[in-house]
Each structure stands twice: as C-alpha cells, then as structure tokens.
C-alpha cells in the first residue's frame, strides 16, 4: 500500500471515550471454508520447502474465487454489523465538513473534457492531459480499480475519441510536446492475472496522434524479460528538456527511484521538439537518486543522494554532465531534504528535523534567505508564492488544516484561514517520544490522545507501522484520527528503520537481509507502549499496509501474545514466491541464492505457528491489485486458519473492485469496525454494561 493508503484509513480523523467489556454476540472463532492443501514441494538450491496452498495462486480459477468469495461472506459480519461503523463513517463526514476550506477559484468556464459518466459502467478515470492547443485530451481509464490503464484521446471540437487505444498504461502521466502532435509516455507489457511478475519490459514511447501504438517512437525501452527496473519521465518547465530515469528498488515521493541513472532528451526547440535527438546518461550505472528540479539554459540543478545520504541540490551544463563538474548550491547537513522546488526564482527546500517538517529559501547562487517559522507538528503539503513575494504555505498543524502567508523579509507569518473554534480537535495531543530498539537505537514514534491522559494501561491502542521504502512517516493527523480519539483510542506510529526518516542509512538498516530490524523496532514501539502504561496487549491492535501488511504479519508470527488484533492490507507475504518487481534491491530475489535464507526468514508465510493463540486477525487484499497479487493474502489467511488455535478469529476480505489502493472509505468502516468489537468499544453515547 502504498503508505499513503494506510495512513487514509488511521490518519484521515473527536467527544468522550465510550469502552465496554461487551464483546460480539458471534462466536469468536468462524466456520472456516475447507481450504484444501496441495504436495507441492519446491527446490530452493538445495533446500526443499512445501507450499500446500500453491492452488490459491490460479486467480482466474472458479475454485479460487468460490473460495475467496466465501472467506469474504464470512468476515463481512464481523466487520460491519456493529454500532461503531456508521458512526464512525458520519463523524468522518462531519468532520471534513468542518475544516473544508471555501473554494478560492473561479468557477470552470466550460465543462470537462472528460468525465467519469461518459465512461462505461466499470470503468474510472485516471487522468487527463489536454494538449497545448487543445486540440485533444489524452486520458487513462482504469476498469473494476485495476492498477492498469487504457489510453485514449479524445478530439475536443467534436468530443470523438480516435480510433487508436494505447495499452500497458500503468500510471504515468502523458506528456504533450509543445507543437501538440503528440506526447510521451510509459507503457509495460501486462502479465498474466496468474503471473507472479508485476509488468516486463517497461520503457518511454512517444505516440502520434491518430496513429497506431505499433507506430511508436521507443525513447528508451528495457529489454522484454525485464521484471526489476521502472522508467519515468518528466519535463523540464520551458519544454526543452525531457528527464528519463530508469531505476530499481523503491520510488521516493519528490526524488525518484531510489537506485536510478538520469538521461536527458535535448527538445532543443520546443515549439519544434527534435523528439529523436540521442539521450545523454548521466551516470554509468544506477547508483543513486535523481531529480531535475530546474533549468537555466543549458545548466540543470539536479536534487540528489549521490555523495550526499541526506541529499543536496547541485548545478552542472548539461554539455559536461560528469559528477566533477557538479557544484553544489545546497549542501548536505544533518536534515533530510525532502523537496526542492523554484518557486518566483528561488530554491524553496522542504527538509525533515527530527521527523518534523521545516523549511529554508535559498537564492539560486546559494545563499540562505531564511528558514521560516514552521511550528512544531506540521506537516507540509503544498507550498506556493503570492503576487508580493510572500510565500503561502498550507500544512497540517498536528490534526488542523492551515494556511499561512509567510514575509520572506522578516519571516513573520499570517494565518489565512478562518480557523473555527471551538474546534474538534481541542481536547487532543500530539507528542513525539523516543523508545530504544533492540539493538540500542534510539527510535522516535509520534503518539495521539487525550490531553490528560491517565496512564493506567487501559486505553484501546492502534499502532501502525510501515518501515520500507525511504518513506518518511510525519506527525499527520486527520479526521479519521480525530473520531477514533473520540472513541478513546491512542494512536501510535513510529518511525521505523526501513523509512527515510533520517536519510539513506536509515533506509539502507533494514534492507535486503536487515528486514528483521524493521520488526525488531516494531515490537520495540509495542512493548514501549505497554511499559509506559498508554495500553495492554489485550487493549493493543496493530495495523500496516503493502509491506506495512508484512510487518504486521511477520510481528504476529514472532510475537502473537503481544497484540490482541492485527489488520495486514494487502501484505506479501510469500517472499519465496512474490515477485517484487523493481523492489528486488529492497527485499531480494528467490532467483539469487544467496538471498533465499533471509527471504524465507523474512517471509510470514513460512514462519506460520502452528498451535499458537494468533491476535483476532483481518487481512484484506483485491483480485485486481497488480502489485502484491491477492494470493499472498489467501495463502497466508489459509495457514493462519490452520494454524490458529484460540477462538479469536481470523478473516480474509477479497474485494473484487478496487486494486492495491483499497476501496475507499469503507476500508476506514470495515478496519475499525473489526477493531472496535474485537476491543469491545462502543460509539459515543452507548451506555456501558
């Protein structure tokens, strides 16, 4: 999941706590379906492993989906008959109807190009690019939440779409050469539903339009076989430059594929690109990440981690790319630059402090401007300038949406919005506490609750955790929080090694065979919360999705007496059998084997403990979803079945809408439906019994 889907659930989110001993009137443990077993014995250079749910991985079977389909109607009544999920889906209603600020912009002179009622019934749009003379609107449409896309183009005089349907589309943006004749593009070639890859053979293309895909200009194309590489582009703003990486292991929100090698297509001319000039590679291999964030002519300044863990922003002429001809203009320090942009001819960096955003302005030659006041507790979501240079930047200040206007000649700052009062979120806080990891680390997690909290270990506790992928998880609250804190719960969410909290080293600790460090921390952040008294491990749940969801499946094996409810959202967790895709340099490769015994020890699938008390367990994963196919998801809910030996139950969800982002806001009702009458908490105003 992308993290961004598991913090929609706990981080979108206020009144009196409202527990209750009550439990569901069901029994705890389920009728299971009968999940059949398999003799499949797999040889792993030399060490033989059994896989006797091997049959759960044919998707497109009727007995896989009559099997998914009854696991589904069972967990369905545990997650949604209870008084908690329609109070819960209001409240969230409600409160973003509270802190909705008034539209600003003028109303659209003219319709849409495109809309999702002009499409057909399963089908959703995935974006739109209008070409520079607006002539066409070249648009992505998705059906039943696949993670792939069609493409199409649509003539604005007449509203036809031409007759040509790009395929592979899984994502990217579709960029118009200025002369709008057509526009670059990345496309992959699609696996089998049964496929244990993600896509082969990505590359950048550029399309005519009104002319056949099999006519496309490849730009640059990885070879077919190819699993473990992903391509990106993006456009210099004058047009003239087009930036093509192509990279392995995770993708950096702002920086790009985190071991990635930069080329650069000089359009020389934009309103007369020369689309088939030669790419010029910046570097031999991939080493490092790389982002163009803005051009002078022929000079780029290029915001990386090559040389520099914490990153920094350099310039060099594109004629003399070499990394001796780089100068730096922001240097590396002990703060993790996160984003760089130009903004009115300045560098506005957005850095991480300790986990909390910050901000500086520099001059283009490098001189410091400012660091401006950024108040504690904030995170940083857009950042804009105004007609007298001011800049306007809108955050979340712990669980509050704001925008503030700050003066670049004293740095002193005017609240924009009308903030109400009193509002939701006063009788909550937000604290960041550092615990000690196995190993001795010192560890930070940020912590929600009550002001005036008592410290009795009573409290229902929710702590999530992702810890992969250089991701950096900050103090951002939501509305969704704000209703769980309303039902009395605690919020947790650390930062574990995995993430990018402090740099690369943070993100390179748990990596390929240190993964254990990233469950190590986990269980750390649970036994910390229950030394300090927030909870109990019968009052403690967990919850993680994508690799989120291994770590909470892996924690489970290792630790099932900690946690009294565990929700892994579509978790890998076969690492034998799962392919990674481009994320083999994060988590390995079965095809390496030198990586098969860290795999199979990091892999929850095989360390399924037979005969052990499992905590009340949901896992939810969707058919469509092309980046941890669902099988990992039924084959572990099959062990974990078998294995299970206390009545708490264990459930599996298999959408058959929506892709590895979820179904929306009914993943919020059906998670903290499960969690709350598994913890036995009741909506407010429910008497106690």
Same mark, same amino acid.
Not at 199 to 205: D, N, S, T
Not at 300 to 328: K, M
């Given at each position: ?35 059949? %077993? ?32 009854? *696991? ?17 889906? %209001? ?12 539209? %600003? ?27 520079? &003379? ?78 056949? *895909? ?10 077919? %076989? ?11 703003? &004058? ?111 957005? $850095? ?149 909290? +402090? ?18 921390? +986990?269980?750390?952040?649970?036994? +910390? ?33 900690? $946690? ?69 998801? $039924? ?34 009702? &059906? ?19």
């Amino acid at each position: 999941m992308t993290r961004a889907m598991l913090f929609a659930l706990l981080l979108l989110t206020s009144g009196p706590l409202a527990a209750s001993a009550q439990r569901d009137p069901r029994p705890s443990r389920p009728p299971y379906p009968v999940t059949r %077993t398999v003799g499949v014995v797999d040889d792993y250079y030399g060490t033989r492993i059994r896989d006797p749910y091997r049959w759960l991985e044919q998707l497109d079977e009727r007995e896989v989906r009559d099997w998914a389909a009854a *696991q589904t109607a069972l967990a369905l009544p545990y997650l949604r008959d209870n008084d908690v999920r329609p109070w819960l889906l %209001t409240r969230v209603d409600e409160l973003t109807a509270f802190w909705r600020e008034p539209s %600003t912009r003028r109303a659209e002179r003219e319709a849409p190009l495109v809309t999702d009622s002009s499409l057909a019934a399963g089908e959703s749009l995935d974006g739109v690019w209008v070409s520079p &003379d607006r002539r066409y609107a070249a648009y992505q449409v998705s059906t039943n939440g696949s993670d792939w896309s069609e493409g199409r183009i649509r003539r604005v005089a007449d509203g036809a779409d031409l007759a040509e349907r790009l395929e592979g589309l899984y994502g990217h943006a579709m960029l118009w050469t200025q002369d709008g004749r057509g526009f670059f593009y990345v496309r992959a070639s699609k696996p089998a539903l049964t496929s244990r890859a993600k896509r082969a053979g990505p590359g950048v293309y550029y399309h005519v339009a009104g002319t056949p *895909q099999a006519s496309d200009l490849v730009i640059l194309r990885m070879g077919a %076989t190819v699993t473990d590489v992903n391509v990106d582009q993006e456009f210099s703003a &004058d047009g003239r430059f087009l930036f093509v990486s192509e990279g392995t292991g995770p993708y950096v929100d702002d920086l790009g594929q985190i071991d990635s090698r930069l080329h650069v297509l000089d359009l020389r001319d934009p309103a007369r690109p020369a689309i088939d000039g030669a790419l010029v590679a910046l570097s031999a291999t991939r080493d490092a990440a790389y982002r163009v964030v803005a051009t002078r002519g022929d000079s780029l300044y290029l915001f990386t981690d090559r040389g520099a863990p914490r990153r920094r922003l350099v310039v060099f002429s594109i004629r003399t790319p070499a990394a001796q001809q780089w100068r730096e203009v922001v240097p590396p320090s002990d703060d993790v630059i996160d984003r760089v942009e130009e903004i009115d001819g300045r560098f506005v960096v957005r $850095f991480v402090r300790n986990v909390q955003h910050g901000i500086r302005v520099y001059e283009r030659d490098g001189r410091l401007v400012r660091e401006l006041p950024i108040r504690p507790m904030s995170t940083i979501t857009s950042i804009q300038s105004d007609t007298a240079g001011a800049l306007v930047v809108r955050a979340v200040e712990g669980f509050v949406p704001t925008r503030r206007r700050y003066a670049l000649t004293t740095g002193r700052d005017t609240a924009e919005l009308d903030l109400k009062t009193p509002s939701p979120a006063d009788p909550y806080e937000i604290r960041q506490v550092w615990y000690t990891a196995k190993d001795g680390v010192k560890v930070p997690m940020f912590v929600a609750h009550r002001r005036g909290l008592a410290m009795d270990g009573s409290h229902p506790t929710v702590l999530t955790g992702y810890g992969a992928s250089s991701s950096i998880e900050l103090p951002n609250f939501g509305v969704g929080a704000i209703a769980l804190l309303e039902l009395g719960f605690v919020l947790a969410a650390p930062s574990l090694r995995g993430g990018g909290e +402090f740099g690369r080293g943070w993100y390179e600790a748990a990596m390929l065979g240190r993964k254990q460090t990233t469950f190590d921390d +986990f269980i750390a952040a649970a036994e +910390f919360l229950i030394r300090e008294r927030y909870t109990s491990a019968e009052r403690l749940a967990i919850l993680g999705g994508s690799n989120g969801g291994l770590l909470v499946t892996s924690v489970i094996n290792q630790r099932p007496e900690l $946690f009294r409810v565990a929700i892994a959202n579509v978790p890998p967790t076969d690492l034998l059998r799962f392919d990674p895709g481009a994320h083999s340099a994060q988590y390995g490769s079965p095809q390496n084997p030198t990586h098969v015994p860290f795999l199979r020890a990091s892999s929850s699938l095989h360390n399924v403990r037979p005969g052990a008390c499992y905590p009340s367990t949901l896992i939810t994963t969707a058919f469509n979803d092309q980046v941890v196919p669902a099988w990992n998801a $039924f084959k572990f809910a099959a062990a974990l079945q078998a294995a299970q030996s206390c009545d708490r139950p264990v459930l599996l969800r298999a959408d058959t809408t929506g892709g590895h982002g979820g179904i929306g806001l009914a993943d919020l009702g &059906d998670t903290f439906g499960f969690i709350t009458s598994q913890l036995g908490v009741k909506r407010p105003g429910t008497a106690k019994e």
